[in-house]
């Protein structure tokens, strides 16, 4: 209770982004500071427990409930921390760190996580842990039970541990998974292109009576035009059928699978295979 007190008595100096009138004590404790990045907009952290400066540490510690919110940026866990430096005479955040039941919002597009942490001058994301997801509004998903990088500048992400990229119809699965989000016309996050590594397997068709599953080594999916591109040891697979091969060009929007082989004369890939059972 009695830094609770100590507490309250710093907040006049930090509530609000250079508010010349005290702030007065809430449940809701409140602090802004300047980031250390392009954009101009503060970070307004807050907490319903408690909102910790420790200045020999360069700190904001908020527990309870605590948030962080820039511009169309959100972050909310039950702990944050974020590190500043001082800069002409102002506390330029530069990281953030979440702890516990994390939810971001980064203009529409939700990732969750037990744990992350934030750049703000790079942009990048970094989400730790199993169950891990990003959804866009366009209800695109990654998810992963290792780890999601994503750096909101560029739009690229990293998944590792399980990852999963789905569509409604669709999902492509890997050892990794390296994505592409672009911003539409309306500034929302949608996936643009996937490019998988190891044990990848594509799946179309989902919700129908007969989906298509194909598996390869690796995989580039381009979501904007519904087509995939699998190489090494590619099968693809509807019911019973099958065909081998050492490449394919999948449509998914059509249906349509071309299956081709090796480049090398020398592979045993040289040839395509089909195996194809028919209703007695």
């Given at each position: 209770?009695?830094?609770?007190?100590?507490?309250?008595?710093?907040?006049?100096?930090?509530?609000?982004?250079?508010?010349?009138?005290?702030?007065?004590?809430?449940?809701?404790?409140?602090?802004?500071?300047t980031p250390a990045?392009?954009?101009?907009?503060?970070?307004?952290?807050?907490?319903?427990?408690?909102?910790?400066?420790?200045?020999?540490?360069?700190?904001?510690?908020?527990?309870?409930?605590?948030?962080?919110?820039?511009?169309?940026?959100?972050?909310?866990?039950?702990?944050?921390?974020?590190?500043?430096?001082?800069?002409?005479?102002?506390?330029?955040?530069?990281?953030?760190?979440?702890?516990?039941?994390?939810?971001?919002?980064?203009?529409?597009?939700?990732?969750?996580?037990?744990?992350?942490?934030?750049?703000?001058?790079?942009?990048?994301?970094?989400?730790?842990?199993?169950?891990?997801?990003?959804?866009?509004?366009?209800?695109?998903?990654?998810?992963?039970?290792?780890?999601?990088?994503?750096?909101?500048?560029?739009?690229?992400?990293?998944?590792?541990?399980?990852?999963?990229?789905?569509?409604?119809?669709?999902?492509?699965?890997?050892?990794?998974?390296?994505?592409?989000?672009?911003?539409?016309?309306?500034?929302?996050?949608?996936?643009?292109?996937?490019?998988?590594?190891g044990h990848v397997?594509?799946?179309?068709?989902?919700?129908?009576?007969?989906?298509?599953?194909?598996?390869?080594?690796?995989?580039?999916?381009?979501?904007?035009?519904?087509?995939?591109?699998?190489?090494?040891?590619?099968?693809?697979?509807?019911?019973?059928?099958?065909?081998?091969?050492?490449?394919?060009?999948?449509?998914?929007?059509?249906?349509?699978?071309?299956?081709?082989?090796?480049?090398?004369?020398?592979?045993?890939?040289?040839?395509?295979?089909?195996?194809?059972?028919?209703?007695?």
């Open positions: 209770m009695k830094r609770l007190a100590i507490l309250l008595l710093l907040l006049p100096r930090l509530a609000l982004a250079q508010n010349n009138a005290p702030a007065q004590p809430t449940a809701q404790q409140t602090v802004s500071a990045a392009s954009s101009k907009e503060p970070i307004v952290i807050e907490a319903a427990g408690s909102l910790v400066w420790q200045q020999a540490d360069k700190t904001y510690h908020a527990i309870g409930d605590a948030s962080a919110t820039r511009g169309a940026l959100n972050i909310k866990a039950d702990e944050l921390i974020a590190h500043y430096v001082e800069e002409n005479g102002q506390n330029q955040i530069q990281f953030l760190e979440a702890n516990g039941h994390v939810v971001i919002n980064d203009n529409g597009a939700i990732a969750v996580a037990p744990h992350a942490q934030y750049n703000t001058v790079t942009g990048d994301m970094d989400l730790t842990g199993q169950n891990l997801k990003i959804t866009t509004k366009k209800n695109e998903i990654l998810s992963a039970n290792q780890q999601i990088q994503f750096n909101d500048k560029s739009g690229k992400a990293m998944a590792l541990g399980a990852p999963v990229m789905t569509r409604p119809d669709r999902k492509l699965s890997a050892d990794r998974l390296d994505g592409q989000f672009v911003k539409d016309e309306t500034g929302n996050w949608t996936l643009q292109t996937g490019n998988a590594a397997i594509t799946t179309s068709g989902i919700g129908t009576a007969n989906p298509s599953i194909s598996t390869s080594d690796t995989g580039f999916y381009d979501a904007a035009h519904g087509t995939a591109l699998l190489t090494g040891n590619v099968k693809l697979s509807r019911g019973q059928n099958q065909l081998n091969g050492d490449r394919a060009e999948i449509n998914m929007n059509t249906g349509e699978s071309r299956l081709l082989p090796s480049l090398s004369p020398n592979s045993p890939d040289h040839r395509v295979r089909a195996i194809l059972y028919q209703n007695k």
